[in-house]
């Protein structure tokens, strides 16, 4: 995305940002950034952890953890933490969407001449 950017990529540097485009190009591609290592380092790994420990309730319980009736104290934790962060997950997904988007308006406005 860094790249793109119709002026060159130095234009975006912080340090030599000239115009409020290029600032908010920056903060946009930034925020991308951001978000997509957030999910890849922690959300994402936190919630694959969650998942498997859920799978191995499942077996004590003998029961899904999408199944109705009650479930143990431990599964209802589980199925609480994973509400938790596969919300945190698509929110996160949903600002670097929304970054991405914002970007490419800008990136279009750019190349009309």
Wanted: net charge positive; aromatic share 8%; no cysteine.
């Amino acid at each position: 995305m860094y790249l793109t950017f119709p002026r060159g990529p130095s234009s975006l540097h912080p340090s030599s940002a000239q115009t409020s485009t290029d600032r908010l190009a920056f903060t946009l591609i930034s925020t991308m950034l951001v978000t997509g290592l957030a999910n890849w380092l922690y959300v994402g790994p936190q919630t694959t952890e969650i998942m498997r420990l859920r799978k191995h309730q499942e077996t004590r319980d003998g029961k899904k953890s999408y199944d109705k009736g009650p479930h143990s104290e431990e599964m209802m934790a589980l199925n609480r933490r994973f509400g938790v962060l596969h919300g945190v997950s698509s929110l996160v997904n949903l600002v670097g969407f929304l970054g991405m988007v914002w970007y490419g308006v800008l990136l279009g406005e750019g190349l009309r001449l």
